[in-house]
């Protein structure tokens, strides 16, 4: 039985008992639990309460911090371009030579569409230059007139890839002219089927010319969202 006249203990109240080890939770961020007693520390209780502007204050500074977060920041917290190469190269004529072409360049995954459209020319030019290869190694070969003739149509066709149609691109890229860029990948891509058409159907380059036009078609889809 409590004794009514009995002194109270400072900060614990009469008659206000709890289970040993009962949980109180304040706002979901701090708990207590009863000691082996028959009194709940009120003290405690009200230390707690205190606390909730502490809380609330640093929330809210918290959340001042993460608004004021510059967007040029941003970037640090998001993954790869791994998204903006795949939206791009879905709007080219052949998604997955894009994907194969951009992801093996190592500074894709960093780059912005003009800069993937670079990184297509790059490639472009590494397409002509196996082209000449290919084309050098057959006129070495002891071809026939209409063989020679042909290579060295297309050796023509690929020299002006090579000196003009690329450093053209490239250098409209770089100044921000996008349809200057572009007309440079079309052309390269109709060179490579002009070389083609030369050998009437019977081309020993076929491999290259499809590698130079394929890369040019995507080279230019790519440009053409710069516009």
Do not use: W
């Not at 961020?29 to 009194?39: D, G, R």
């Not at 020319?121 to 230059?129: G, H, L, Q, R, S």
């Amino acid at each position: 039985m409590i004794d009514e006249d009995a002194p109270r203990e400072p900060g614990k109240v009469k008659g206000e008992a709890c289970p040993e080890h009962e949980h109180l939770t304040i706002n979901g961020l701090a708990t207590f639990h009863c000691v082996e007693s028959s009194y709940c520390d009120h003290q405690s209780v009200l230390t707690m309460t205190n606390m909730k502007p502490l809380v609330l204050c640093f929330c809210l500074q918290a959340i001042v911090v993460m608004i004021t977060i510059p967007v040029s920041h941003c970037r640090t917290f998001l993954p790869n371009n791994g998204n903006l190469i795949d939206s791009t190269c879905k709007k080219t004529p052949n998604y997955n030579l894009c994907l194969q072409y951009l992801k093996a360049s190592p500074g894709s995954s960093s780059a912005d569409v003009s800069g993937l459209a670079l990184i297509m020319v790059k490639v472009m030019k590494a397409k002509v230059n196996d082209g000449l290869k290919r084309i050098h190694d057959l006129q070495k070969g002891g071809a026939g007139p209409n063989l020679k003739k042909a290579l060295s149509s297309c050796a023509d066709s690929y020299n002006s890839v090579l000196t003009t149609d690329i450093p053209e691109a490239t250098e409209a890229l770089q100044k921000g002219n996008p349809k200057f860029a572009q007309d440079g990948a079309n052309d390269a891509a109709n060179e490579a089927n002009y070389c083609e058409e030369d050998f009437s159907g019977h081309s020993p380059l076929t491999q290259q010319n499809n590698a130079l036009h394929d890369s040019a078609a995507i080279t230019s889809a790519i440009i053409r969202l710069l516009l």
